[in-house]
């Protein structure tokens, strides 16, 4: 009898436990806090997007980056905004690699030309790769910086006014060049696209983003 007044317990104070884990997680301050949406996407929906990537003053030796990084924000519009039209990265590159002038041009001129209804631009400004010691193994960095268009209306969504803040990424070690710009640039996409939605705060930040380890920040 005793035995089962023990197990009684111990089952009781699983359960109350139990009830608190769930208390926490559904909790504002458990892990499904969220980071709210900078700006609302909800009436484009349905709206055809354009991921167009910049990386002024550098040439086509990048292509295989301005490839992943496209790749990358598509994944996440489809995946978070669930966007099902995309303009293709190729009809982007032919575009690029046609049209005189093409550095002039606006992202709502961009737009047209492509005929998207959202343009967001990403751009490149500072991508650097190392070699290791270690035979095989790199480090690599990537700065961008990214802007929404609303083509139709000729309204920058985001940022509403100058240019937003620059996203720093690094990847101290990886086997292969490949492997860090393909950890690169599936970080450059989720911090492109997670201030379009509200995101859970647990995901907001990714391993490759900097962090500030100043004072106060702890």
Not at 48 to 65: C, D, F, I, Q
Not at 152 to 175: F, R, T, Y
């Amino acid at each position: 009898m005793q035995k089962c007044k023990l197990l009684f317990l111990a089952l009781l104070t699983i359960a109350s436990g139990g009830c608190q884990l769930i208390s926490i997680v559904a909790s504002p301050n458990g892990v499904h806090k969220v980071e709210p949406a900078k700006v609302d996407m909800s009436a484009f929906k349905k709206s055809k997007y354009a991921v167009v990537v910049e990386y002024p003053g550098r040439g086509s030796a990048t292509a295989n980056l301005y490839y992943k990084i496209t790749k990358a924000v598509s994944s996440q519009l489809k995946d978070h905004l669930k966007v099902k039209d995309i303009v293709k990265y190729k009809d982007v590159a032919k575009l690029r690699n046609s049209v005189p002038n093409y550095g002039l041009l606006s992202a709502y001129q961009i737009g047209k030309l492509l005929k998207a209804d959202i343009v967001i631009v990403v751009t490149i400004a500072d991508y650097s790769l190392y070699e290791l010691p270690t035979a095989g193994y790199y480090s690599g960095s990537l700065v961008v910086s990214w802007a929404v268009f609303d083509v139709k209306d000729q309204v920058k969504l985001w940022p509403a006014e100058g240019k937003g803040k620059d996203i720093e990424l690094n990847v101290e070690a990886a086997k292969g060049e490949d492997k860090i710009s393909d950890r690169l640039s599936a970080a450059a996409g989720h911090c492109v696209v997670r201030d379009l939605y509200d995101c859970q705060s647990i995901h907001y930040k990714v391993l490759e983003e900097k962090v500030d380890h100043s004072i106060g920040q702890w």
